[in-house]
């Protein structure tokens, strides 16, 4: 990412950290994926020369402002949900305003529904969002996984370990995957087929 840039988006991210240290409801909180584990998955980006990349759980469209730069070179496409239509809202305005918007499409939709729909397609994919409902999402996200030389990544599996443990242990226990946790940010799963 050029330094620039990299500024803008790193005021950004302390910004909305503040606002998420006002707020006492977890879930009105932006809960942005932390600059590191964002600059670890642009780099995976970057070097798979990711097509297509799908990110489940928008918010404001921080980790969205990441990916859209890192598919910037391969002239990819990124597809990201969120379930609130004014997240989507903001989302929007943010790449608007750094001038990433062009291979981006965001979609108000509940990720549940659109997982059913969702074509193996994807290079890339990243699950951030209601971690209780990941185990329901995962015959999908298998299915997703079909496509060769796809990556699963999810993140906070070790600041909610417990909370993903269960997801995990099934990935883990149909032996068809490649799993591996990398101390990063809040703790990233990434999942392959290969
Ligand atoms: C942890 S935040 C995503 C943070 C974002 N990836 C970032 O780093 O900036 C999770 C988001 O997922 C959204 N979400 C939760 N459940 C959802 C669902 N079933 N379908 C779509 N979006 C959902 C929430 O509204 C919230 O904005």
């Given at each position: 990412m050029e330094q620039k840039l990299r500024q803008r988006i790193i005021q950004l991210y302390q910004q909305f950290k503040k606002e998420d240290a006002q707020k006492e409801n977890r879930l009105e909180k932006w809960r942005n994926l932390e600059p590191e584990s964002a600059e670890l998955i642009s780099i995976m980006i970057k070097t798979q020369q990711s097509k297509n990349v799908l990110e489940l759980g928008t918010s404001n469209g921080f980790s969205t402002l990441w990916f859209a730069d890192a598919l910037h070179p391969s002239n990819g496409k990124l597809v990201s949900i969120e379930i609130e239509e004014s997240r989507t809202q903001q989302a929007k305005e943010h790449l608007t305003d750094f001038q990433l918007s062009e291979n981006v499409a965001l979609i108000t939709a509940d990720i549940g529904q659109f997982l059913t729909e969702a074509?193996?397609?994807?290079d890339l994919i990243f699950l951030d969002a209601e971690r209780k409902n990941y185990v329901a999402y995962w015959p999908y996200l298998q299915n997703l996984l079909t496509k060769k030389g796809s990556l699963l990544i999810v993140d906070n599996v070790i600041s909610h370990h417990n909370d993903v443990e269960a997801f995990i242990s099934m990935i883990q226990g149909s032996g068809d995957f490649t799993t591996s946790i990398v101390n990063v940010g809040a703790g990233i799963l990434l999942v392959t087929g290969e």
């Open positions: 074509q193996p397609i994807y």
